[in-house]
């Protein structure tokens, strides 16, 4: 699938909307219904997916808060702070 070789997540977010937009123009010339298909579904599947996506924040945060605790000891006994 000719979106897998393409990179969303890079720092330039234009650029990437930009992109998506071409593809979808594309998408409408060759057959319409099916774009204006994807326009629709889009944001259902998003909000959908939200509770998924909030979790993941949540987990993260929770796996950040477990690593700072493991490490903490380290830290406060001067161990190797990444520096030369």
């Known amino acids: 699938m000719i979106f897998s070789y ?6 330039n ?11 979808w123009l594309i998408l409408f010339v060759l057959c319409w219904p099916l774009a204006l ?3 629709i ?6 909000l959908l997916l939200l509770p998924f996506r909030i979790l993941g924040i949540a987990i993260d945060g929770l796996l950040e808060m477990v690593k700072a605790v493991i490490f903490l000891p380290a ?7 990444g520096r030369p």
């Open 13 to 23: 977010r234009e650029d990437a909307a930009m992109i998506k937009f071409l593809l």
């Open 41 to 46: 579904i889009y944001p259902i599947v998003w």
């Open 6 to 11: 393409i990179d969303f997540n890079d720092n």
């Open 75 to 81: 830290r406060l006994l001067g161990g190797a702070s």
């Open 37 to 39: 298909l994807a326009i």
